[in-house]
C-alpha cells in the first residue's frame, strides 16, 4: 500500500521569507512524488514532479522540492514567499512497484498562509 | 477553454435521490479519473477510465457508485440512492496516457462538483 502524510494541517510564514511545507511518502517500490496546489473554487494545479533524477525539482511559480529517499521525504519550499502562494497544498505518490492501474494516493493537505 | 470542465458546478439534492455529475477531459487525453474530497481531506481515488473502459473501479465505495464514459471522452459518475455521506467535491482529472504506461504525465484536475445532499 501507498500512503502520504502532510503533518502540518497549516503553515504561516510571512512574504519574503522562505516557507517549508512538509510531506513523507510510504510506498513498498520506488516512488513517483508530485506536489498540487489548490485554490479557492479551482481545481487543483500542477506545481511539480520527481520521477527520477536530481533529486531537488523544480516547478512552477518559483517552488521546488527535494526527494530524500533515506527520510522518505519529499518537501516542498520556494526561497522568498509571496501574499499569493497563499492556498492549499498537496503531495501525492505512486508506488512505481505497483503493477496495474494504480494512480495517485493525495495527502490530507496543508494550508499555507502567507502575511503581508 | 481548453482545461477539464465538470458540471454542474454544484448540486444539492434531497437523501434518496440520483444524481449525475458530467466531466469534459482535455481534448485528446485518454486517461480520466474521478476522485471524491471530503472536507479538510486531499482528493481519494476512484474510479480510472483507459478511453471508454474502468480500468481501475478499486475506489468506489460501494455498489450506489457507477460511472461511464462511453466514448472515450466525455464521463458521467452516477450515484444511486444518495446519502448524507456523499456529500462531497467530486473532481475530474485526465491526463495523456496512462499512469501505468506513461509515468511521467500528470493529471490535469477540472474546479469539481460539490454535491450537498440533504
Known amino acids: 500500500a501507498q500512503s502520504v502524510a502532510q503533518p502540518e494541517d497549516q503553515v504561516n510564514v510571512a512574504e519574503g521569507n522562505p516557507l517549508t511545507v512538509k510531506c513523507t511518502y510510504s510506498?513498498?517500490?520506488?516512488?513517483?512524488l508530485f506536489w498540487y496546489v489548490q485554490y479557492p473554487n479551482r481545481g487543483l494545479q500542477f506545481l511539480l514532479k520527481y520521477i527520477t533524477g536530481d533529486n531537488l525539482v523544480k516547478g512552477s511559480y518559483g517552488f521546488e522540492a527535494e526527494f530524500n529517499k533515506s527520510q522518505t521525504s519529499f518537501h516542498l519550499k520556494k526561497p522568498s514567499a509571496l501574499v499569493s502562494d497563499s492556498a492549499l497544498y498537496f503531495c501525492?505518490?505512486?508506488?512505481?512497484?505497483?503493477?496495474?492501474?494504480?494512480?495517485?494516493?493525495f495527502g490530507k493537505g496543508t494550508m499555507l498562509l502567507v502575511s503581508p | 477553454g481548453a482545461g477539464v470542465s465538470q458540471t454542474p458546478s454544484n448540486k444539492v439534492t434531497e437523501k434518496g435521490k440520483y444524481v449525475e455529475l458530467r466531466c469534459d477531459p482535455i481534448?485528446?487525453?485518454?486517461?480520466l479519473y474521478w476522485y471524491r474530497q471530503s472536507l479538510g481531506q486531499g482528493p481519494e481515488f476512484l474510479i480510472y477510465f483507459q478511453g471508454t473502459g474502468a480500468a481501475d473501479d478499486s475506489g468506489l465505495p460501494n455498489d450506489r457508485f457507477f460511472a461511464v464514459r462511453p466514448e472515450g471522452s466525455v464521463s458521467t459518475l452516477k450515484i444511486q440512492r444518495t446519502e448524507r455521506g456523499d456529500s462531497a467535491v467530486y473532481l475530474c482529472?485526465?491526463?495523456?496516457?496512462?499512469?501505468?504506461?506513461?509515468?511521467?504525465?500528470?493529471?490535469?484536475f477540472g474546479p469539481g462538483t460539490r454535491l450537498t445532499v440533504l
Open positions: 501525492a505518490v505512486r508506488d512505481m512497484g505497483n503493477s496495474g492501474y494504480s494512480t495517485l494516493t
Open positions: 482529472a485526465s491526463s495523456q496516457g496512462s499512469l501505468a504506461g506513461g509515468p511521467l504525465n500528470e493529471q490535469f
Open positions: 510506498v513498498s517500490g520506488n516512488p513517483y
Open positions: 481534448s485528446g487525453h485518454t486517461a
